[in-house]
């Protein structure tokens, strides 16, 4: 059974706090960060060790591509998905190709290492503003990043893994950052969904999870995104029929303080419809979440968590030889050149 609360870890191996963690639960999901990554032998070998300890837990790491790639030494380096978008002006062919190697390499390399998830790919639109979206959204213009989204969430699940996109309903109309502010846009619904709400709407179907943003939206509900029930249940569970699992972002960032704390946190997110919290870079709050849920449990949807198990097919060993490897290896390493 999967619980409600994925955390992360300190270093490169388990300690025998963090294996007594693993074992609560209510714990469901661990996160793994550029910290707890050496090489790719090593991650295989904490993956393995944690699976000892908790067999059914979801492995989760942000492996988007260009500046948010955490398994960097000895993977494939990938580019900010702005490339691809930036492609489709002078070759729209090329680029739908490109993106759909890249999504492929990007989750057979995760899988290959025994990781199910990478929180992928990013549905937000680039609107010139956010600094901390920027070069990882795959265009200006919703309906191009539709057609490059879908190539590469095609190209995660040919890999054997499902797709996350983040961060709802979007991130890319708001200058503040928040991991160390509290967003708020100041759009209308309206506003919203002819531009924001494009990428989640032609491709909630294809999605087995989403992460809202922790942006406050005051037109819509005072709440941001992640803690509020028109948001996630009106909105994406209802007038979008979304059916996967919906991730918290991150309970540490500065745009989920306005809630309180830890416990406050966890509570907001998953009574506005959250399956499953993330509480990482704080082993004090993640204990306090778990306390929470000690006294006020809550058991997700496990059906949803089905899908997001990883189907990966090859070991790395095997999958750094194979010809799709060698070749996607070839074309995204081309085009990290040209960009």
């Known amino acids: 059974m999967n619980g409600a609360l994925m955390l992360d870890l300190v270093g490169l191996e388990l300690d025998a706090e963090e294996k007594e963690i693993l074992q609560h639960p209510h714990v469901g999901g661990l996160i793994f960060f550029a910290r707890n990554y050496t090489g790719p032998e090593q991650i295989q070998a904490l993956v393995n060790s944690v699976r000892a300890v908790r067999p059914e837990i979801i492995i989760a790491v942000d492996q988007e591509g260009g500046r948010v790639q955490r398994f960097r030494d000895g993977f494939v380096k990938l580019p900010p998905m702005k490339v691809f978008g930036d492609t489709f002006a002078y070759d729209p062919i090329k680029a739908r190709e490109l993106a759909h ?9 995760v899988l290959a290492v025994g990781v199910d998830i990478s929180f992928a790919p990013i549905l937000d639109v680039d609107c010139g503003l956010s600094k901390v979206i920027g070069n990882r959204s795959f265009h200006a213009d919703p309906e191009v990043a539709v057609i490059l989204l879908r190539e590469f969430i095609h190209g995660m699940h040919e890999a054997g893994m499902a797709a996350t996109g983040k961060h709802f309903p979007g991130h890319g109309s708001v200058e503040a950052d928040s991991h160390v502010a509290i967003p708020v846009d100041y759009r209308c619904f309206a506003e919203i969904n002819a531009l924001d709400l494009i990428p989640f709407k032609a491709l909630s179907s294809e999605l087995q999870g989403i992460m809202p943003a922790h942006v406050i939206y005051p037109e819509v509900d005072s709440k941001p995104a992640g ?11 209802q007038s979008l029929g979304f059916n996967g699992v919906i991730f918290s972002d991150d309970l540490s960032m500065e745009g989920a303080g306005v809630v309180g704390g830890y416990a406050d946190r966890a509570d907001a997110a998953l009574e506005a419809g959250c399956d499953m919290v993330l509480a990482c870079n704080q082993r004090a709050g993640a204990i306090q979440i778990l306390e929470y849920l000690e006294k006020y449990p809550r058991i997700p949807h496990q059906h949803r968590f089905d899908a997001l198990r990883g189907k990966g097919k090859l070991k790395w060993n095997d999958l750094t030889k194979s010809p799709q490897w060698l070749a996607a290896e070839e074309a995204i390493r081309s085009i990290m050149v040209m960009s």
Request: aromatic share 16%.
């Open 101 to 109: 190697q890249c999504g492929w390499l990007m989750a057979a390399e």
């Open 227 to 237: 803690f509020s029930p028109i948001w996630l249940q009106d909105v994406l569970r």
